[in-house]
């Protein structure tokens, strides 16, 4: 089965955008705030959908594909090449579904107060790691494993916009921060393997990711250990 990034892409965008239409429905355009809104439920519970259940469920496909049925090691699937027929059509679908919510989240440009250019030049950076993820020219199932994984790290900020405690604001510092440390483990191993001039532009990508991420890692923790303030400040 041959890929298509620009078909594949368009399918996932119309799932999340039906998504996004049917929590509309729901919630309407309301945010997370009543009083300090900053991004419509919708968009929370989209997220959700999308860290929570369907790149997990891609990505246990992926895995059992690989394991099971093409009797492959988990090393071996880490470092298979990217192929754009069957073999690795699963781990394309995880990228792809990343491209189709990011675009569809843009249905929330101008109705939450705080989807501004900031979080629009958020997506465009997700984008171009994503794309850099699927140009590399092996690690097809590191690829897809640091996707998700990054992606779940970001599901409990999500989370924590809809269920406010002390102890979820303590999952989402610490689940984040882990898959942020993990990911990068990886993609420096990665590094070790790669060709030289891909190890040398993958480690520009990692070092700015670890520089992004330590900053909002910081300000996950001091909301979680300044709950009570954080709580106050938003309400």
Known sequence: MQVSVVYYTALWTMFYVGVQFLFWTWVGNRCE???KPKYTLRSYYTGCIHEGLILPVLLAAAVYKA???EQLSLHEWFLRPWVPTGETFIEYQIHFALFGYL????TNFGVSPDFGYQLIIHHVASTIVNMVSLNMPLGSGIGAVNLAVLEFGSLWINIAMIFKSRTVYGLRAII???????TTCSSLYLCLILPRHWSAFLVIVVTFLISDNWKTGKVLINRWLYFKDEIAKRN
């Not at 675009?103 to 843009?106: G, V, Y």
């Not at 984040?176 to 993990?182: D, F, G, K, N």
């Open 176 to 182: 984040y921060l882990l898959t942020r440390i993990s």
């Open 33 to 35: 705030s009543e009083s």
């Open 103 to 106: 675009i569809a989240d843009l």
């Open 67 to 69: 394991v099971y049925i």
